[in-house]
């Protein structure tokens, strides 16, 4: 099972928005509604985000938000702080019934 | 609160086996499955497979095959991850988590080094 194509760096100015994207097949991605989004600071456990392509758990910032188009997937962070800076990762249920988590993107903030 | 209370760090040398326990605490532990994932030194995450807290029922990563096995006891709410003949590469921070990966555990370095 390859990994999920995220981009390697994203950046933003504060208050700005970005968008990281996570492509993948029909076999992962395009073929199941269980896309989630982890953030991961520097030498902690990542957080889940978003799970289901746009589902916020309760507690993380609404300026999250997720989507899906076919086999790609997206992250918007709107509103850009500091604290955002973070390396962040996809993940999606398989057709193998596993999971498969994205190439990871660091996110800074300008 | 849900919670998930992983071992302490191992250094093993190559060709050894560890067992990693991963305590959970705050939800029913059979309702949920735990899932395994590790980070190698900076590189990304990688799912190594799951098991049922309900019925023991597993699913490995192909990669991990023959050299993985997940246990759980239910008497304790603890899984357990045991990874076999281990080799440099398997140098990480493994990591549990609840299920769909909602809740993780702080995570577990294990060194594999002559």
Request: hydrophobic content about 30%.
């Amino acid at each position: 099972q390859s990994a999920l194509t995220q981009p390697a760096s994203v950046s933003g100015s504060p208050g700005q928005s970005i968008t990281i994207s996570c492509t993948g097949t029909s076999s992962d991605v395009g073929g199941y509604n269980y896309v989630s989004w982890y953030q991961q600071h520097p030498g902690k456990a990542p957080k889940l985000m978003i799970y289901e392509v746009s589902n916020r758990p309760s507690g993380v910032s609404n300026r999250f938000s997720g989507s899906k188009s076919g086999n790609t997937a997206s992250l918007t962070i709107s509103g850009l702080q500091a604290e955002d800076e973070a390396d962040y990762y996809c993940s999606s249920y398989t057709s193998s019934s596993n999971y498969v988590f994205g190439t990871g993107t660091k996110v800074t903030v300008l | 609160q849900v919670q998930l209370v992983q071992s302490g760090a191992e250094v093993k040398k190559p060709g050894a086996s560890v067992k990693v326990s991963c305590k959970a605490s705050g939800y029913t532990f059979t309702s949920y499955g735990i899932s395994w994932v590790r980070q190698a030194p900076g590189q990304g995450l990688e799912w190594m497979g799951w098991i049922s807290a309900y019925n023991g029922n597993t699913n490995y990563a192909q990669k991990l095959q023959g050299r993985v096995t997940m246990t759980t006891d239910t008497s304790t709410s603890t899984a357990y991850m045991e990874l076999r003949s281990l080799r440099s590469d398997d140098t990480a921070v493994y990591y549990c988590a609840r299920a769909q990966l909602d809740y993780w555990g702080q995570g577990t370095l294990v060194t594999v080094s002559s």
